[in-house]
């Protein structure tokens, strides 16, 4: 049987409660994940310097070896901004550039300067941001294999960026 209650006053019995038991669940689960898992993220970033300008006054004195890597669409140039092109890479049959060729140059002029830390790199305009990247790692880094393990040694790791002079007509 049903009874009413007769009054002023409604009482109601059946009052809602809120279950939070389920969203606790996942906070405990997911609070802890998130925290370890930020642990592994991690940001690399790598210090770039621009190129001194050629219009500035400089006092005269001996000319020392600056490593300039110029990247075109069609070939990597090394060379020194003093003496000129040391090698010109072009891009593989496949378009892909010769980045092993580069490596190797590269280490090849770190023996013959040992004391040089410094490079510039050049980019013509509409060079793909990859390009860039992958020219840096092996401006900075020489990798080799040594007893099935991977040795990697300093080449230039202080990196200048900057635009590529305009290739004369013809070259």
Do not use: W
């Not at 990597?76 to 593989?92: A, H, M, P, S, T």
């Amino acid at each position: 049987m049903i009874r009413r209650r007769r009054g002023g006053r409604r009482h109601n019995s059946d009052t809602a409660e809120l279950n939070i038991t389920a969203f606790m669940n996942l906070m405990v689960i997911l609070v802890p994940f998130l925290l370890i898992t930020a642990v592994f993220s991690r940001l690399a970033i790598l210090e770039l310097n621009l190129p001194g300008s050629s219009t500035e006054s400089v006092e005269p004195q001996e000319q020392v070896f600056q490593l300039e890597v110029i990247v075109r669409k069609d070939k990597i140039e090394i060379g020194d901004r003093n003496q000129g092109l040391l090698g010109v890479y072009q891009n593989l049959p496949d378009g892909e550039y010769d980045y092993d060729a580069v490596s190797g140059k590269l280490a090849e002029l770190k023996d013959r300067y040992p004391e040089k830390t410094d490079a510039s790199i050049l980019l013509e305009a509409d060079i793909e941001y990859d390009t860039l990247v992958q020219v840096m790692d092996r401006v900075r880094i020489e990798e080799q294999i040594e007893d099935a393990a991977i040795v990697r040694s300093d080449l230039f790791p202080d990196i200048s960026i900057g635009d590529a002079p305009v290739q004369p007509e013809g070259a």
